[in-house]
DNA sequence: GCGATGCTTCGGCCATCGCCGTAACGTACG
DNA sequence: CGTACGTTACGGCGATGGCCGAAGCATCGC
């Protein structure tokens, strides 16, 4: 079958560890400049060329020219999905290592992180708990809606979800939702188009911003506040 | 950050050509000895041997000793969701090759066949599409549930759901379904827990058989009448 | 026991590929 | 138009790792 040939090269480009250092830098979902990836990944700038021209032909990654610079970032969700599901694998995987040696960097990420396009962490896992207790929303591994009432309450915080309603063929009174299982609480939340919606909204709002270049993100005052009183998450 | 040498380190192992040959094979849920797979790899036992030994340390594949043979087989349902999403990225990228030297054997597999653990290819899509159409469930590239009338009738077949409702923390009149998009038909079909079952029960009664060794199954005359009679599911 | 089968380990060969040096190219900016 | 910066192309080095031949263990059948 011609199709485990292709399957191999995918796998193999996702494979090597400077390629996976790019790609992991470009799950936050911003496009980077081939000398940002290659500062994150250890590599000088010719060899980092090398491989994103790889990956570019293989459809891993979208390249947009904007003036003298070239930046990169994942062609599609399909590869931000793959990348969730490896490093599901590899979580499972990792038990043999030592946990506790987390410095700061890996406790803001556990803290609050986007995950491609949606919010990640223990700040995800929460909103997507809160939802859940509401009866705004239901979810496991497999699978999630967002309620009827899910929909009123998240229009009512600003976050319009008739768009996606309206794009189902048989208009229902619920919205289908895709779950994500994350590495570092082991446990799914929001993803999909509503979980890009509510981490969206969390970034025009001013109740998350980046820290740094790396995926994770810190909550704001104003982000404590709207968290606590629209959803009833407050997080140490 | 340690996680990406973990993501490297799984991705690498699925993207050689030979262990990625062995994985595809395993993708059937059955489990194989090392001769076997060895064979479909294209290379000598003892080079299989090493790469079995390697996949097995690293989780993606589990040994259970039987006699004097080693059967191996996937280790969790998340290393198949991870090469279902391998191959989505894929079949992407497929394009560029030709998509019209399909040999039997590729004809089989677009029919009908398992995917881990779950019936995929047309007949997949297919069954899906009858259920969605008659109001039994709802199914989109994120999520999908069985509905009250769903259960009602799939238990009416013979496929007992309850057990799945009632490990849901809170009793809903519906069971959350995970999809699974395909490389061959590219639209979504049922997987997970109740895509295991249809499929488990259409072995059970005799709708289908497995093609010698491979993914691909057989639809018997009793499966046609089956499907059609059930679902209105007709498959020239 | 003995041979046969299935699987694993060891050793060495070979190809692939990642890496960086140097150098050339193209595009913005002064 | 020249400089500077970012990116790409080429060549050679080095190491990782896949591959098989041969030999060593284990298990089953006679």
């Not at 790889?54 to 070239?70: D, F, N, S, V």
């Not at 708990?129 to 309620?147: N, S, W």
Request: charged letters at 20%; proline letters at 4%.
């Amino acid at each position: 079958m011609a199709s485990t040939a292709l399957f191999a090269e995918i796998a193999a480009l996702a494979g090597d560890p400077a390629r996976a250092g790019m790609l992991h830098a470009l799950m936050d979902g911003r496009a980077l400049t081939a000398t940002e990836l290659a500062r994150v990944a250890g590599v000088a700038p010719q060899t980092a060329s090398g491989h994103l021209a790889r990956m570019t032909a293989a459809g891993l990654i979208a390249l947009q020219r904007q003036g003298r610079h070239r930046y990169f970032r994942l062609a599609t969700p399909a590869v931000a999905r793959m990348m969730e599901s490896i490093m599901e694998v590899a979580a499972d995987h990792a038990p043999p290592r030592r946990r506790f040696a987390v410095g700061p960097r890996d406790a803001a990420l556990r803290k609050a992180r986007t995950c491609y396009d949606h919010l990640a962490g223990e700040l995800g896992v929460a909103l997507a708990d809160a939802l859940v207790a509401g009866g705004y929303a239901e979810l496991d591994a497999e699978a999630g809606i967002i309620t009827a009432t899910g929909i009123d309450f998240l229009g009512s915080i600003g976050i319009d979800l008739e768009a996606a309603r309206a794009r189902r063929p048989r208009a229902t009174a619920h919205i289908l939702c895709r779950p994500c299982l994350d590495w570092s609480e082991r446990r799914p939340h929001l993803a999909g188009n509503v979980g890009k919606a509510l981490c969206a909204h969390s970034f025009a709002h001013g109740w998350v911003r980046r820290i740094d270049g790396t995926r994770a993100v810190a909550i704001t005052p104003k982000g404590h506040r709207a968290f606590h009183g629209e959803f009833g998450v407050r997080l140490g």
